[in-house]
């Protein structure tokens, strides 16, 4: 299986997950990590399965990512999987991760969120059970 994880994080979280859940999946197989600047959306590697994750910035998915994401080209029925973060208290954008890549006529396979400061004693941290979490995830790619 190859897989190819694109993220984008501003604050090392979306960075940190992406770490992680490439050490599952390379238990799987070949695993590629890029982020937007190094994504090119015409030309993605090939890949059975597509990570996509990104962080919620003012009121909408990171703008680097939601731009990659909607200009992606070549993925027909390609697979992929979203990971969302976002603040408390705020909604999730996986609905609008999945419209962008659905346009793209690719297939979602799963989907994560995490809302940062969820039990912990920062506003900006992964709640304690994310790499519980995050392995579960792991298991359905």
Same mark, same amino acid.
């Given at each position: 299986m190859k897989y190819v994880i694109v993220y984008w994080s501003r604050f090392?979280?979306? @960075?940190? +997950?992406a770490e992680? +859940? &490439?050490i599952q999946l390379g238990k799987k197989g070949e695993v590629e990590i890029l982020t937007p600047e190094k994504a090119d959306p015409a030309s993605m590697p090939m890949?059975? +399965?597509?990570? *996509? #994750? &990104? &962080?919620?910035?003012?009121f909408s998915i990171q703008s680097d990512m939601k731009? +990659?994401?909607k200009n992606l080209m070549n993925l027909e029925g390609r697979k992929y999987a979203i990971i969302n973060t976002h603040a408390l208290g705020f909604k999730n954008w996986l609905g @609008?991760?999945?419209?962008?890549? #659905?346009? #793209?006529? !690719?297939?979602?396979?799963?989907?994560?969120? *995490? @809302? !940062?400061?969820?039990?912990?004693?920062?506003?900006?941290g992964l709640p304690p059970d994310w790499e519980k979490r995050l392995d579960g995830f792991a298991a359905k790619l």
């Open positions: 090392g979280n979306n @960075r940190k +997950l992680h +859940l &490439a890949a059975d +399965l597509y990570v *996509f #994750s &990104a &962080a919620a910035e003012k731009k +990659l994401m @609008r991760m999945d419209k962008l890549l #659905s346009k #793209s006529n !690719m297939a979602k396979v799963a989907e994560i969120d *995490f @809302r !940062m400061g969820d039990g912990t004693d920062k506003g900006n």
